[in-house]
């Protein structure tokens, strides 16, 4: 994976969306990775996987049935109050 600065991004942005049409671009600032630059089909592609991955946990949550509104205030409580 091709690597910017986030100067030399800001400086060569052209180059920089050039170089992302191709692989992800990972952007730095103060050498540390801070965004990814990837082409329009790959973010599509990977959109389409979540959304997918959201409908399927859906379904299941749908036909898991759901929490009454007791225990919904009881789990909440239950997380609220919960130490780390």
């Keep these: ?5 986030a100067k030399e991004a800001k400086n060569e942005f052209g180059h920089m969306l050039d170089t992302a049409r191709r692989e992800p671009v990972t952007i730095e600032k103060n050498g540390r990775p801070v965004a990814v630059v990837v082409p329009i089909e790959d973010y ?32 909440l409580a239950k997380m609220l109050n919960a130490k780390d």
Excluded at 44 to 71: C, M, N, V, Y
């Design 44 to 75: 599509e592609r990977l959109s389409a996987i979540e959304d997918a991955w959201w409908a399927q946990r859906a379904k299941k949550w749908a036909t898991g049935g759901f929490l009454s509104k007791a225990k919904s205030r009881a789990l």
């Design 1 to 5: 994976m091709k690597r910017f600065a």
